[in-house]
């Protein structure tokens, strides 16, 4: 109480400040906590909650007002979304249009000789697509523009915790997401002759780590990225990354096993792993658990990230 | 709980701020504020206005010392604290997208208690423009949308950073009003302001920061008590500060001329000026220019801002 502290950044950070030191306040602890379920929590809809956020106990108490807050938020983010036509057109377009221009590539892998058939490998590259495309990259500019405006300053003199200002934020692009990468399950069931998946319940998983995942690293992201901008620029390591070594652009089936495992620790390789085992039954209860876990580090990792680095307001 | 906390609904000891770089911006502050006052903070640019109050908005953790605002850290129990608030910060923070309606329904749906947004946004003059996106609004027009979501909780504490800047003499005027429409009805209101009038006109009390730390502080009349007063005027063709009846018997404590302009300084304001309009009378000549006034938060404002100069 007494000890001498000092805002770390210009001015910006002092939030952090106290989050870096060490969880001493559980109101704290609590809203790291939540912010590790980005976009589950808020909604409502889907009842489902990832593991690694654990809802502390005083967040249930708080849970009605909290819902508020984050629908009010989530409704402007909504309206704010849909008027950034650059925003909606990438969001949109690539996920859809994209994986089918890699077609003809994909047609010249050995996918029988991995037991991939190219149905629902189509289906796994487009939902890779969606996840940097239509949250990943759309939620970095997001909060980048959020803090330039000093949107995220303002709402911070309000009565939304942190973890509600970047969750409600986030809402929109994740379940755009989950809205788009259910719309191509079912167009590529149609149109692909995907069927069925073989094991339904690694679906919903694994489109939930990808989505989660996702919307953490965007927050990390931004926390390094000064301008939309230059959103544009550190938003591509990622996006790269996963293309390669995730198995959107090409599955790790047909690559190294060596090359491969280490790629399965990559942020988004679990989602992936986990959708497209959905389909093909390939993954083994070891496969299952090691892909949840891989998942949940990344998230865990990302929360504690943005609480130490998050930037609230813009660097002068 | 006690009512002793409730006396002063803020209360800073000791408070500092250092930035990153080592710079300290507010260096061991100290006031109180009783419910239901207008408490200003007056400074030029940089003086710390601004570091002082994101510190009891709760946006920042204090280097040194204590905030406590309605009895609680604003930083640490922001839960406590945030739906007793309101704050408008020196700028905007809307999203240029939004329309005025969406971005106070935005608002609203964030508040406990939130007022209509229809009415909030009449009281302060932008009934007219709910449809309008915010980067559509003049400046003014920005300003007074946040006074507007300051308001929507119906706070018992409200920081107005700079309420004003950017608005024109009407819209200067209504914010005025309304601010003493507040305290009439008991809010208790922190503004930072370098409009000197403003302060003087509204606040109970002010304190005058310069470099970080509090000049002086009390009431207008406290601050200006001790002041001189000011007479001015022009001298006519072959007269010269000589030629006027000795000054310093007439209480002036100190005076500049440029052998035509004549600026005195007095604490005996009656005295000097029945002198000098008497001498003039005698003298049978025009004091063009003739301006008399009586000590002004203006004179203790430039005064501390020489003094302090001076003494670094």
Redesign the interface.
Known sequence: M?G????????G???D??TGGGGM?G?RADSGGRGADAGTGGGGMSGVRVGAGGTGGGALG?FA?SA??L???A??EL??LG??RGVVFTALFVPLAIPFTMRPALDQMDLAGAGLRIGPVLLTTAIGFSFLFAVYTALVSAYVS?RE???L?????????DAEILTGTALPPVLLGLAQALVLCAGCAALLHTGAPKAPYLLLPGLLAGLVVSAALAALTSSFTRTTESAQVTALPLVFLSMAGSGIAAPTEVMPDRLASVCELLPLSPAIRLVRGSWTGQLSAYETLGALATALAWTIVSVFAVRRWFRWEPRR | MDIDEHEHVIEVTDLRRVYGGGFEAVRGISFSVARGEIFALLGTNGAGKTSTVELLEGLAAPAGGRVRVLGHDPYLERAAVRPRTGVMLQEGGFPAELTVAETARMWAGCTSGARPEAEVLARVGLAGKHGVRVKQLSGGERRRLDLALALLGDPEVLFLDEPTTGLDAEGRRDTWALVRELRAAGTTVLLTTHYLEEAEGLANRLAILHEGRIAVSGTPAEVTAGRPSRMSFELPDGYFVGDLPSLPDLGVCGHESDGRFVRLRTTELQRTATAVLNWAERAGVELRGLDVRSASLEEAFLGIAQEQGVAA
């Open positions: 007494s001498v502290r000092v805002d770390p950044g210009d001015g950070r002092g939030a400040a106290g306040n109101a708080a007002p508020r807050r629908r009010a938020l409704r402007a309206a704010l008027r950034n959020r405006e000093l949107v300053k303002r709402l911070r003199t309000g009565e939304l915790s």
